[in-house]
Nanobody, 115 residues
């Protein structure tokens, strides 16, 4: 199994930045891709960013040019750098690991952007 622990959420003013971290442990060799999702109150969970094992990245249109995803293989950690934050970015952000036999969620971290 894979275990994920997120950190880095908090309260920030509009236009500010935050960096979320997701540390993976366990069967990390089986992970094909790491993803960040978010869920705002009353809305469905949505995919924000994805990084594959080869390093290719994908982003939701709403965050392109503002968010970046990266990883530190030595630390088994994936990062979501969020810049130019907007109030509509307010949500619980979840890290996820996709493996052939399982899909693992982190516990989530709250990001609140004030106007």
């Amino acid at each position: 199994q894979v275990q994920l622990v997120e950190s880095g959420g908090g309260l920030v003013q509009a236009g500010g930045s935050l960096r979320l971290s997701c540390a993976a442990s366990g069967r990390i060799f089986s992970i094909n891709a790491m993803e960040w999702y978010r869920q705002a109150p009353g809305k469905q969970r949505e995919l924000v960013a994805r990084i594959s094992s080869s390093g290719s990245t994908n982003f939701a249109d709403s965050v392109k040019d503002r968010f970046t995803i990266s990883r530190d293989n030595a630390k088994n950690t994936v990062y979501l750098q969020m810049n130019s934050l907007k109030p509509e970015d307010t949500a619980v952000y979840y890290c996820a690991a996709a493996s052939p036999l399982e899909f693992t969620w982190g516990q989530g971290t709250q990001v609140t952007v004030s106007s």
